[in-house]
C-alpha cells in the first residue's frame, strides 16, 4: 500500500486532506436544523463559527439567510473556506477572521446573537485553562440572550474503549471515494487522535495525521460557563437531542444563554 507522508504532526494541518475525511452532506443535515432551531430566525447581531475549518457550516448558514462568520487559527484553513465561499450562492457570504478562541472577543467584537464551536473543535484547545479562556471568549462575543452550542465528543466514554476507533467516514471528491477512521490513545489530560485515510487509484494508499486534544468533560463545560456567566439550557448525548448519558452517549452538546451582566 503506498502513502502520502504527513506534512506535519498537526491532524487539523491539511484543508484539503481534513475537508476530504467528511461526508459533508450527512454532517450537515445532522448539523443544520439543530442550529437553526437553537438560534432561531436570522438576527441583526448574526452567528459567529469558533474553529470554523473549511466554513462548510457558516456557508450553508449564510444561504439560509443568516450573517455568518468563521474564525479558525489556522489560515490554510480559511483560504480553502473563502475559495468554498466564493463557488456557493449566499446572497450575504460569510467573513473569515484569523483568530484563536481566546482572540475572537478582540477581532470580532460582541452584540452576536449565536456562537457556535463544533465538531470537536473545542477539544483542539489542548487543556483545561484553554478551554476555561476559550468559552470566557465565547460569551463575551455574545449579546444578552445570545446562545452558545457547543459539541465536543464524550470522551468519557471513549476512554473505556480498547482500541478506541471512530469511523469509518467514506466522501466522495472529484468521483474518487475515500474512507476516513480515527484511532484515539488516552494518555493522563490528553488524548493522541490519528487520522487514517484511505483510497484507491492504480493502488490502494493511505493518508495519516495525528494530533493531541484534550478530552474536555462536562464538568470543564459547567464551570467555565458558570464563569462567563452562561446559563446552561440543555446537555443532550447527540443531534437527536436525547438527554446526555456519560457512559453511553456517543457526543456532549451543550446548549447556553449569555445572561443579563446584573443577573
Known sequence: MATTPPASDDIFASADWYDRSINWTARL??????????????????????????????IALAEKGYGTIGVDSSEEMLILARRLCEAAAARTPPSFVHARYDQMFERVGGGHDGVFCVGNSLAASGTRDAVHRAV???????????????????FAVMRQADPCVRGPRVAIVDGREYVSFRHFHFAGDQVQVSNVTLWRDDTWRKHVRSGRLFPVVL????????????????V?????????DVGQSADLILVATRLPESA
Open 236 to 244: 443532550w448525548g447527540s443531534y437527536a437531542r436525547e438527554s446526555f
Open 136 to 154: 470566557a471568549s465565547f460569551g463575551r462575543c455574545l449579546r444578552e440572550g445570545g446562545r452558545l452550542f457547543l459539541q465536543v465528543l464524550n
Open 219 to 234: 464538568s470543564d463545560l459547567s464551570a467555565a460557563c458558570e464563569t462567563a456567566d452562561l446559563r446552561i439550557d440543555a
Open 29 to 58: 443535515n445532522r448539523e443544520l436544523p439543530v442550529l437553526v432551531e437553537i438560534f432561531g430566525p436570522p438576527g441583526e447581531g448574526g452567528l459567529v463559527d469558533a474553529g470554523c475549518g473549511t466554513g462548510r457550516q457558516v
